[in-house]
């Protein structure tokens, strides 16, 4: 029982670990995020092309502030100091302040695409597995063929036939316009797996004595579904769920890899990487315009992966069980 | 057992009708045709008499005139490549791909099986966290910066392989490696999770009660079936590695078939698109096949039901 708890008390230590470092990453971007929209965007590029990082910034305050520079606040002149602490790149743009909003757009595109998931994967396993019989197997082949499909290209024509249709709905080639043509063509294709974890749940869930019972009682299919199939569910579809955001900014970098992400001049860090990996390519030398966007990226990612993987082993009553031989 | 195979074989066909329909669907209704890319316009005529000679001005007479080419191995014209067919060009990229792709499994399986099963049996030990945490940052990292990383760390600085290029086996081991990493962290985390279920079953209970070694009960009788998931995500990885990966291909500089995936999309090339996609398929369904029988051998439960 000892070895148990023991167990069991180390698997929290992921979750707690990812959640923190999670926390960190999204104070300092939330934190920084009014200063780099203020300062740092398209119309106030400084001087400093291609510089290195330093810890001193090597742009002068006067560019951040009108006027009479002993007047800037204490917040300012911090938020200044930081400037040039990621670099900065071939248009002299401060990478500090580019990587911070760029992990906000990837999390966002991330966290929407798991939603999206989410909310189709669980309609359609749910459907399939109260239906059962005929319209299991249908909807199930349906997944079956969709998981042959190779992926990637399908990220990409999705992406390309809603490109028109979605940018007229939000009047232009907006920013929003070109996140939801992102977002819908990488979460239309994340809910296979979802739709298979809560198909099995739910064929699992109906064997349940107490399922059995209410459905003895008279109670009605919406009754099952509200009081005992959807809370019982709660846990698989928001582990997963966890696991597609990770997945979603990787695809998304790969699409940024392409030049079909994320549009210029918005950040992402997906964005950010593939520009980097260009300009290492072309001449080794500006390491710090790839180190930083990835290893931003990869925390991130990390931390997701742990917090996922912890919750599926927490949900998964087998993962529990003291191995033998351990 | 035949009867099963012949079962398997014709949902086979069926799975890649349905995979080639979706595919020809898509590539129809996106925006744009082969004949009006980059920078030469042609006057309206000349666009509607060329796709009138392809037969794309007539989405259900190209479906039909597409696929009965295809039955003969003949995927036709490719707008995109002077001189060049669409089998030559899937003739001669696929075999490349092929290459780096058996590699690549192979290195995911041979490293990835011994580093899943030491991490199970040795479970929240540092090697087993370790290990898990080397395999999540691999897997938060995209291939196209990993690929750059062993390129600029092995081929520039230390120059021990070649930076990019195709054409001998030392161009060989970096994007096999590249390749290798995403497959490699998924098989760590099945084989991981296998032999973690397999372990606490009861035929391990009897082996180690019977008094097999150690070393015995772990890769005798748990690993082949702590292995059965690793099986099935192997056939529809091995069929995505071998049909090649863009972004290995662009970093590495390697003619091999996954840039066809990206490219014709990009370029509204349909008869290369969907060629590539049928050869994929086709892979796909083989190497599930081969994966069912596979699947028998290993677990005597299964061979017992054909």
Not at chain 1, 154 to 168: D, F, Y
Not at chain 1, 239 to 245: D, F, H, N, R
Not at chain 2, 119 to 142: E, F, Q
């Amino acid at each position: 029982m000892n070895r148990l708890r023991f167990t069991r008390s180390r698997q929290k230590a992921p979750v707690i670990v990812g959640g923190l470092l999670l926390f960190g990453l999204l104070a300092v971007s939330l934190g920084t995020l009014e200063h780099a929209i203020q300062w740092h965007n398209v119309q106030t590029l400084t001087g400093a092309i291609r510089h290195e990082p330093s810890l001193e910034p090597v742009v002068p305050l006067t560019a951040f502030v009108s006027g009479d520079v002993g007047h800037a606040s204490t917040v300012t002149k911090l938020a200044h100091r930081a400037t040039s602490w990621f670099g900065h790149d071939d248009l002299g743009r401060s990478l500090f302040y580019r990587v911070w909003p760029g992990l906000l757009v990837s999390l966002a595109i991330g966290l929407a695409a798991a939603f999206i998931a989410a909310v189709v994967g669980t309609t359609w396993g749910a459907t399939a597995a109260i239906f059962g019989g005929r319209v299991d197997r249908a909807m199930m082949r349906v997944v079956d063929v969709l998981y042959g499909l190779p992926y990637i290209l399908m990220v990409i024509l999705l992406k390309i036939a809603l490109t028109e249709p979605l940018a007229k709905l939000f009047g232009g080639r907006t920013v929003g316009a070109d996140l939801a043509i992102l977002l819908v063509a990488i979460g239309g294709v994340s809910w296979l797996t979802m739709a298979r974890v809560v198909r099995g749940q739910v064929l699992a869930l109906k064997q349940q004595p107490y399922v059995e019972a209410a459905r003895a009682t008279g109670a009605s299919t919406y009754y099952l579904l509200r009081h005992h199939l959807l809370p019982n569910l709660v846990g698989p579809v928001l582990t997963y769920a966890t696991l597609v955001i990770p997945q979603a900014i990787l695809q998304e970098s790969f699409l940024s890899f392409l030049g079909i992400g994320v549009q210029a001049p918005t950040p992402s860090l997906g964005r950010l990487a593939a520009d980097g990996i260009e300009a290492v390519n072309t001449f080794v030398g500006f390491w710090w315009l790839i180190v930083f966007p990835c290893l931003v990226l990869v925390i991130a990612l990390v931390s997701l992966n742990f917090i996922g993987d912890a919750l599926r082993d927490a949900f998964d009553p087998k993962s529990n069980q003291a191995a033998l031989l351990s | 057992m035949t009867r099963m195979l012949v079962r398997r074989l014709l949902a086979g066909l069926l799975t890649i009708a349905c995979i080639y329909a979706i595919t020809f669907t898509m590539v129809v209704s996106i925006p744009g045709n082969p004949f009006q890319q980059g920078q030469h316009r042609l006057s309206s005529d000349v666009e509607s008499a060329l796709l009138a000679r392809y037969h794309m001005d007539n989405n259900w007479l190209y479906f039909w005139e597409f696929l009965r080419g295809a039955v003969r191995l003949d995927f036709g014209p490719t707008f995109t490549y002077a001189d060049w067919t669409c089998n030559q060009i899937i003739a001669a990229s696929l075999p490349i791909s092929m290459s780096i792709g058996l590699a690549a499994m192979l290195i995911a399986l041979m490293v990835g099986v011994p580093i899943g099963v030491t991490s199970a049996v040795r479970r929240h030990s540092w090697l087993d966290i370790s290990a898990t945490t080397l395999i999540l940052t691999g897997i938060s990292l995209p291939t196209f910066v990993t690929g750059s990383a062993l390129l600029i760390a092995v081929g520039v600085k230390l120059q021990l392989a070649p930076v990019g290029g195709w054409g001998t086996l030392s161009h060989l081991p970096l994007p096999a490696i590249t390749l290798s990493l995403p497959f490699m962290a998924y098989i760590v985390r099945l084989t991981r999770a296998g032999m973690i279920d397999a372990l606490s079953a009861d035929f391990v209970r009897t082996a180690i009660a019977k008094g097999a070694s150690r070393q015995r009960v772990i890769w005798r009788h748990a690993l082949p079936v702590a292995l059965l998931p690793v099986l099935s995500f192997l056939g529809p990885a091995t069929a995505q590695a071998v049909t090649g990966s863009f972004v290995v291909e662009k970093v590495f500089g390697i003619p091999g078939m996954g840039q066809h995936f990206v490219n014709a999309a990009l370029n509204r090339d349909p008869g290369l698109l969907l060629g590539a996609v049928l050869v994929f398929s086709t892979l796909l369904v083989a190497f599930n096949i081969v994966v069912d029988l596979l699947y028998a051998a290993l677990d005597p439960r299964i061979s017992e039901a054909l």
